[in-house]
């Protein structure tokens, strides 16, 4: 069984930085997939990145891609995810999810573990 557990999120004025983590219990990070999602009230679930296993690659939704930077840690069973230039549309809750795949995917019905959220709140 994997814990995932998010942390770092706030409320920031547009146009501030966050860093959200994602701390990985009862299993190692190291050959599996990771993403993050987010959601906003009354709205469906919204790919935001995704990092394969060795962190090589990257994939990034298009209203975050050039602001948003997604990386792993994974001798620490670390995720991160760098949000820049954030903006009120980026308020939702953050999520972690872990696929217990080497290869990345932006669907979250194709992830296996997720945790409880973070919440990020952006104030114009």
Known sequence: QVQLVESGGGLVQA????????????????TYAM??????PGKEREFV????????????????????????DNANNTLYL?????KPE????????LRL???ATLKPSEYDYWGQGTQVTVSS
């Open 15 to 30: 146009g501030g930085s966050l860093r959200l983590f994602c701390a990985a219990s009862g299993r190692s990070l190291s």
């Open 35 to 40: 993403g993050w999602f987010r959601q906003a």
């Open 49 to 72: 990145a995704a990092i394969n296993w060795s962190g090589g690659r990257t994939n990034y939704g298009d209203s975050v891609q050039g602001r948003f930077t997604i990386s792993r």
């Open 82 to 86: 760098q949000m820049n230039r954030l």
């Open 90 to 97: 980026d308020t939702a809750v953050y999520y972690c999810a």
């Open 101 to 103: 795949l080497l290869s």
